[in-house]
C-alpha cells in the first residue's frame, strides 16, 4: 500500500488532502470532524486583527453554477474572513492541535497592510502551536476593498515585503496564497519567493456573478436586491488553476518552490492533475461543502490504488512528473497526424458527432450510408480536431488514432513524416528564427 | 349444450371508494424534477429518429430542450405546430412502438427519453396557464369548409383550416365532439374530462361552427355539403362493429366493447355500471385492451382477452398487454370463436339467440406450414359478459351510393386524403389504409387541410 504521507514546506501530514481555508475549517468543531474523517491537514479560516470581528451579510452568501441534474460545476461566495472573536479562534487552534498532532495545522492570516498589524498577529500565533501560516492575498471579495486580500495579491512588490515581514517576524513556514484575478501568475509567485516564501498555495477565487434572475432582473445571489461580486471555484476553475500551478512549476524563477494546489479538486484525479502538474499537495473545499468531509477516505484510497497500480511508493514521485508534456504552442509538432475513428459496435447513432463537424468544424463526419442512417469519419476531410469525441454521449465510441509515420494522410495526400517539424522551422513562419524562446 | 346457469351481471362490485382510485390517472404527471432530468436525457440528436417516427413529425428534440430550459410556452408551441391534439396524442399514442421505440437512449441505457410524458407535461402546463392560446388565426378568407365527424381527423383538419382563415362548419352524430377521444379511449387515459378540455382549446381559435347530431345519411346532404362549401372533409369514422359471424351473437350480455368503453366514459358514476363476474373479450387490439382492463377495473373476478393467432400478430403493443396483465387480464391466443353459448336449450340451433350468454366456445388454432388451421381441439371459457373487439367497418350504404371508390370497405383516396369526387377528402379511420392510431388521424386531418387550403386558395 502506497505511503501518502507529505512534507509540504517542511510541514508533516499523513496524506496529501487538507482543507482549504474557508467555511469548512472555521472552527473546532469543523475542523475536529473533517479530522475524524481523516483529512491530512486543514488550513484554519482566516484570521484578521483582534478588535471587533467582521461582519458577514445575513442574506446568501453562496452562488452555484449547477448542471441540469443539479450538479454543482461552479460554486461563487461573498462570505469574509472568519467574524468570530481572535482569541477564541486562537484558542480552539490550539486546542485542536493538541488532539490533533500528527495533522497539518496551518493558520490562514489577512491583516492590513502594515507592518506593526503583521507582526502583532503573527506574535499571537506562537502559542497554538500551528504548523505554519498561510498569507491570504486572495480573497477577490469585500477584504479586498478595505485594502487587503486580492488587493495585496494583484500587487507584486505587497507580495514581497509582507512576506518578508513574516519569515521576520514568525519562524512557521510561510505559504503564500495567490489570487487567480491578475494577467501573469508568475509575477506574484516570484513576488513570494523573493520575499522568502515556503511555499505557494493556488488558486484563490475568481472574480465571479452568477447570473440574473429571470423574473426581477436583479443579479443573484443578491441580499435585498442588491448583490456583489463573489470568489468563483468549484469544478468549473479546475482547468484555470492547472495552468497556473504549471506556470509557476515550470518558470525557472520559482523551481524549487512547494506548490499547495487548489481549485475544484473534488476527487483523487483532480488531485492527480495537480500533483503530477507540479503541486506538493492539494487543498479542497467545494467538494466537502457540497458532500460533507467522508470524501477523503475515497480520494486517499483512490490515489493510493492509483499509486499502487502504477508502482509509486510516495507522493513526491509523482509531483511534477506531467511537467515534461507541457511546452509552447510553437513546439508542437505540426508533422503529427491524428484522425478520428467512431466504434460503429458502441455507436448510438445520435449524430451529434456528425452535426458538431458539419455546422462548425470541417464536414468530416458522414450522416448516412445507403440510405441508411450511418456515422462515419472522412478521413480525407478529418484534422483530428478532437470536437466529434468530445460530443459524443458514448464513452470512447469515438477515439484519436495516431497515423504511423509512412502513412498517408487522405487529407493531404502528403505521407506522414517521422521528423519533428514545428512552427519555428515551419516555412509559412516569418518569424521562424526569432519564435525560438 | 344445455345448462341452466344464471347470469351474473351487476353494478357496485366495488366498494364506493375503490373506484376512483381504480379509474385513476394511468400515467400520473411527472414532476418539475422529474420533467427537468428526463429532459436532460435528450441528446438532440441529429436528425432525430423520434421525430421520423411520429406521424405528425413533431420536433421532439426541439420541444424537450425547450423545457429542459423552462419554456414550456415555446415546447407546447413546438408539438402542437405540428400536432393541434398533441395533449391527447401524449396521453394515448403507443409511444413505445413510435417516437421512444427510436430513442438512441435505449441502445445506449435500454430505456427511452419518456418523450410521451415530457410531451403531456408541456401541453398540459400551455393549457392550464392563463394564456393557453399559441396560435392566432388568420385573417377571414371567406372561404368555407364542411368537416364531417368531430373525432380526431376532422378536429385537426378544422383546426387548421380555421387557423388558415377559412371558415369551418364542424358537424358530428354524436352529442358531444372528440369523436373517439371523447367515446372511445378507456377513462383512465384521459381521466379530468381531457377530451372536452382539448376540444375547446381547438374551437377556440375562433372560425369553427359546431353542428351537434348530425349524421350523413343521404346523397342529397352530400350535395348540399358540396354546394355550399368549397371543400368537404369527411371523417366520421367507423360506425358498426364487425360481425363474428357464429351463433349466439345476439345473446344478452353480448356487445360491441367500443359500446362499453363509451358507456363507461358517459358515466358519471362507474359503480353504477354493471359488469359481469366473468368477461370474454374477444380481439387482440387496444380497444380489446381497454374493455378488459376498464372489465376488471369495475370489479370482474375473472377477464379472458380471446386472440384467435399468436402473440405476434397482437395489434395491442407491448406496453398495452403488459398493462393488461399487471391487471391481472388473462391473455389467451390460437382460440377462435365458434359459438356464445346461452342459458337456454342451446340443442336447437334456431333457439341460439334467446337468453343470456353463459360461456364462450372456441377452436384452438395452430399455424400448419403458415396457415392458421383448427387443431380439432375446442375449449370452453365461462361468461356472463362478452366485448367483441374484432374491429370496425363504415357501415354507411351512403358511400358507394355517393359514388365513392371504396376499397376494403373504406372510401380510398390519395396520399393526402383526396377522394375521387372533386373537392371531397377523407381521413382517419373511414379511409382506406388508415393504421388506427389517434396520431394517425390528426396526421391525415392536418394533410388533408392542408391540400384542402392549397385546393382553396387556387380556385
Request: glycine share 10%; charged share 20%; with cysteine.
Amino acid at each position: 500500500m502506497a505511503n501518502l504521507h507529505t512534507t509540504f514546506a517542511g510541514i508533516h501530514s499523513p496524506n496529501p488532502f487538507w482543507l482549504a481555508s474557508a467555511p469548512p475549517t472555521d472552527k473546532a468543531y469543523n475542523v475536529n470532524r473533517a479530522f475524524e474523517a481523516g483529512w491530512g491537514g486543514v488550513v484554519w479560516k482566516t484570521l484578521g486583527e483582534a478588535g471587533p470581528p467582521i461582519v458577514n451579510v445575513n442574506g446568501p452568501r453562496y452562488g452555484a453554477l449547477l448542471t441540469p441534474d443539479r450538479r454543482l460545476m461552479g460554486f461563487n461566495n461573498i462570505e469574509l474572513i472568519t467574524d468570530r472573536d481572535l482569541d477564541l479562534n486562537l484558542a480552539e487552534i490550539a486546542e485542536v492541535k493538541r488532539n490533533w498532532p500528527d495533522r497539518a495545522m496551518v493558520v490562514s492570516l489577512m491583516v492590513p497592510c502594515q507592518e506593526e498589524s503583521w507582526k502583532a498577529i503573527l506574535s499571537r500565533l506562537v502559542d497554538t502551536g500551528a504548523d505554519g501560516i498561510e498569507l491570504n492575498f486572495g480573497c477577490p471579495h469585500g477584504m479586498s476593498e478595505r485594502g487587503m486580500g486580492a488587493a495585496v495579491g494583484q500587487v507584486p512588490e505587497y507580495i514581497e515585503m509582507v512576506t518578508a515581514w513574516c519569515k521576520q517576524y514568525s519562524k512557521l513556514p510561510v505559504i503564500v496564497k495567490l489570487t487567480p484575478n491578475i494577467t501573469d501568475i508568475r509575477l506574484p509567485a516570484r513576488a513570494a519567493k523573493k520575499g522568502g516564501a515556503d511555499a505557494v498555495s493556488l488558486i484563490n477565487t475568481i472574480n465571479s456573478i452568477m447570473g440574473v434572475d429571470p423574473t426581477t432582473l436583479t443579479m443573484s445571489p443578491n441580499t435585498g436586491g442588491k448583490g456583489s461580486h463573489g470568489g468563483y471555484c468549484g469544478p468549473a476553475v479546475k482547468p484555470i488553476a492547472l495552468n497556473m500551478v504549471a506556470e509557476i512549476a515550470r518558470d525557472p524563477l520559482t523551481a524549487g518552490l512547494p506548490i499547495s494546489g487548489i481549485g475544484g479538486i473534488g476527487n483523487w484525479r483532480d488531485a492527480l492533475d495537480f500533483i503530477a502538474l507540479g503541486a506538493a499537495n492539494v487543498q479542497v473545499c467545494t467538494a466537502a461543502m457540497v458532500y460533507g468531509f467522508k470524501i477523503v477516505q475515497e480520494m486517499a484510497d483512490g490515489l493510493s490504488n492509483y499509486m499502487d497500480e502504477m508502482g509509486f511508493t510516495r507522493v513526491e514521485q509523482i509531483v511534477g512528473k506531467a511537467l515534461p508534456t507541457v511546452t509552447h504552442w510553437q513546439y508542437l509538432n505540426l508533422n503529427h497526424i491524428s484522425k478520428a475513428v467512431i466504434n460503429q459496435d458502441t455507436c448510438i447513432q445520435c449524430g451529434r458527432c456528425h452535426i458538431a463537424c458539419e455546422d462548425t468544424s470541417h464536414q468530416a463526419i458522414t450522416s448516412e450510408r445507403d440510405g441508411k442512417r450511418h456515422f462515419e469519419v472522412k478521413e480525407d476531410e478529418c484534422v483530428g480536431c478532437n470536437l466529434c469525441a468530445l460530443v459524443c454521449p458514448v464513452p470512447e465510441c469515438i477515439t484519436l488514432r495516431s497515423l504511423a509515420p509512412g502513412e498517408k494522410d487522405l487529407r493531404t495526400g502528403a505521407e506522414v513524416s517521422d521528423k519533428h517539424a514545428d512552427w519555428t522551422t515551419h516555412p509559412n513562419n516569418p518569424m521562424r528564427e526569432a519564435s525560438k524562446l | 349444450m344445455t345448462t341452466a346457469h344464471q347470469p351474473d351481471i351487476r353494478p357496485a362490485r366495488l366498494a364506493q371508494s375503490a373506484y376512483a382510485q381504480a379509474f385513476a390517472d394511468a400515467s400520473p404527471r411527472l414532476t418539475r424534477s422529474q420533467t427537468l432530468l428526463e429532459a436532460e436525457r435528450c441528446l438532440y440528436c441529429f436528425d432525430a429518429p423520434c421525430t421520423t417516427a411520429c406521424p405528425t413529425g413533431i420536433d421532439v428534440p426541439s420541444f424537450i430542450r425547450r423545457i429542459a430550459e423552462d419554456n414550456l410556452r415555446g415546447a407546447a408551441r413546438t408539438i402542437l405546430e405540428s400536432n393541434p391534439m398533441g395533449g391527447m396524442c401524449a396521453r394515448v399514442c403507443p409511444t413505445e412502438t413510435l417516437c421512444e421505440a427510436v430513442c438512441v437512449r435505449n441502445t445506449q441505457e435500454d430505456r427511452p427519453v419518456a418523450i410521451g410524458r415530457l410531451q403531456r407535461h408541456a401541453v398540459d402546463a400551455l393549457m392550464e396557464s392563463d394564456r393557453p392560446q399559441v396560435f392566432t388565426r388568420a385573417p377571414e378568407t371567406g372561404k368555407r369548409v364542411a368537416v364531417v365527424g368531430a373525432g380526431p381527423a376532422g378536429l385537426a383538419c378544422a383546426y387548421t383550416l380555421a387557423r388558415q382563415g377559412h371558415s369551418v362548419a364542424l358537424f358530428d352524430a354524436r352529442p358531444k365532439i372528440g369523436g373517439l377521444n371523447e367515446y372511445g379511449l378507456a377513462s383512465y387515459k384521459t381521466p379530468d374530462d381531457f377530451a372536452q378540455r382539448e376540444v375547446q382549446w381547438l374551437l377556440a381559435i375562433g372560425g369553427i361552427t359546431v353542428h351537434h347530431g348530425w349524421k350523413l345519411e343521404t346523397t342529397a346532404q352530400l350535395d348540399t355539403l358540396r354546394r355550399d362549401h368549397g371543400a368537404v372533409f369527411l371523417g366520421m369514422g367507423l360506425s358498426a362493429t364487425h360481425v363474428l359471424g357464429i351463433p349466439g351473437e345476439r345473446l344478452n350480455g353480448v356487445r360491441p366493447a367500443v359500446d362499453f368503453i363509451a358507456e363507461l366514459r358517459q358515466c358519471a358514476d362507474v359503480s353504477t355500471l354493471p359488469v359481469g363476474r366473468r368477461v370474454v373479450i374477444i380481439g387482440g387490439g387496444m380497444t380489446a385492451v381497454d374493455a378488459a382492463v376498464q372489465s376488471k377495473l369495475l370489479g370482474a373476478e375473472t377477464v379472458h382477452m380471446v386472440y384467435r393467432r399468436g402473440p405476434e400478430g397482437l395489434s395491442a403493443s407491448q406496453a398495452e398487454q403488459e398493462w393488461a396483465q399487471k391487471h391481472d387480464v388473462r391473455l389467451h391466443y390460437w382460440l377462435a370463436p365458434q359459438e356464445i353459448v346461452g342459458t337456454l336449450d342451446l340443442a336447437n340451433p334456431t333457439a341460439t339467440d334467446a337468453g343470456h350468454v353463459c360461456a364462450v366456445r372456441f377452436a384452438r388454432q395452430s399455424l400448419v406450414d403458415g396457415k392458421v388451421t383448427p387443431t380439432g381441439e375446442t375449449e370452453v371459457l365461462q361468461a356472463d359478459m362478452v366485448l367483441k373487439a374484432i374491429g370496425q367497418q363504415l357501415g354507411n350504404p351512403l358511400l358507394q351510393q355517393a359514388g365513392f371508390a371504396l376499397q376494403d370497405g373504406r372510401i380510398a383516396t390519395d396520399a393526402e386524403g383526396q377522394t375521387n369526387l372533386s373537392g371531397v377528402w377523407a381521413g382517419g379511420d373511414c379511409r382506406y389504409g388508415a393504421p388506427d392510431l389517434t396520431v394517425e388521424a390528426v396526421e391525415h386531418g392536418k394533410q388533408s387541410a392542408h391540400a384542402i387550403h392549397a385546393y382553396l386558395v387556387e380556385t
